[in-house]
Nanobody
Framework: QVDLVESGGGSVQAGGSLRLSCVAS?????VAWFRQAPGKEREKVAN?????????SYADSVKGRFTISRDIAKNTVYLQMNRLKPEDSATYFC?????????????WGQGTQVTVSS
């Protein structure tokens, strides 16, 4: 079992920044940030897909604006979101799990709301 607790969401104007945090109860091979807006499908925003710090991928919609990072000692993953756009508004979820051929996300946080106004 892995418990995940997100924080850092809020309301910001377009062009602003927010940093999300996700504290895990133990390390996992895979950890990711997803988001879901009302009426839209869940989207994987950024993820670590292995223990190496270079094993990172981003959704095209956030490349160059969002940065995922982690503090292994604190079992914490961050999502730095810069140059936010109204279309970034969503509930953001932290997910963690196993690495098989790909990542299988078995554990999910409760979500944190991000609202970007124009």
């Amino acid at each position: 079992q892995v418990d995940l607790v997100e924080s850092g969401g809020g309301s910001v104007q377009a062009g602003g920044s927010l940093r999300l945090s996700c504290v895990a109860s133990r390390p996992t091979d895979c950890v990711a940030w997803f988001r879901q807006a009302p009426g839209k499908e869940r989207e994987k925003v950024a993820n670590f897909y292995g223990r190496g710090e270079d094993r990172i991928s981003y959704a095209d919609s956030v490349k160059g604006r969002f940065t995922i990072s982690r503090d292994i000692a604190k079992n914490t993953v961050y999502l730095q979101m810069n140059r936010l756009k109204p279309e970034d508004s969503a509930t953001y979820f932290c997910a963690a799990g196993r690495k098989l051929l790909g990542c299988v996300y078995d554990y999910w946080g409760q979500g944190t709301q991000v609202t970007v106004s124009s």
